[in-house]
């Protein structure tokens, strides 16, 4: 899936510098913490991972790119997408995982990390180390607080 994403990204960035149009590229990690004297099971991981992308099918649009970055990390490119539009999106994705991870009794959050693509030219590796920087702030914000976490402060929180 990595794959695919990079693959995408190729044409996709260069049609967003040629339109302008806006895009965001997010990232999202979900943290599984143990239950109490129990290990988190491979076969939980996996039901989380399905259950997150299920959520994430239902709320993107065709047009989106959506993959399974690897571990317990997605990647997205969301053409067409403004911050505002991103923003919501993120939040929804959260507070659609959270509620059904409370309903199943599984501690897991997910945490976003988003970047606006600038018009002029940039590689896609430094977008990711930019969001991989806002993945680490997301991080240590108190669980359960939703919303992304932007590269660029500016753009937002």
């Known amino acids: 899936n990595r794959w695919t994403f990079y693959e995408a990204a190729k044409y996709l960035l260069p049609y967003h510098q040629r339109n302008m149009t806006p895009m ?7 943290e599984i913490a143990p239950r109490k ?12 991972l399905k259950q997150f992308a299920s959520i994430v099918d ?8 959506a993959v399974h970055y690897g571990g317990n990390e997605f990647a997205f490119l ?3 997408t403004t911050t505002k539009d991103a923003e919501s999106i993120a939040f929804d994705i959260q507070q659609q995982f959270d509620t059904w991870a409370k309903q199943k009794d ?4 997910v945490h976003i990390g988003l970047s ?12 990711l ?29």
């Open 37 to 48: 004297g129990k290990r988190v099971t491979r076969v939980i991981n996996q039901y989380l």
């Open 106 to 109: 599984l501690s897991s959050y």
């Open 78 to 80: 969301l053409v067409d």
């Open 129 to 157: 180390m930019n969001i991989n920087s806002a993945l680490y702030r997301a991080r240590q914000y108190k669980k359960g607080v939703s919303g992304a976490v932007f590269a660029d402060p500016e753009q937002t929180r």
């Open 116 to 127: 606006v693509v600038p018009n002029r030219p940039v590689a896609l590796d430094q977008i």
């Open 24 to 30: 965001v590229v997010m990232f999202a990690e979900i």
């Open 58 to 65: 239902r709320r993107l649009r065709g047009a989106d790119i």
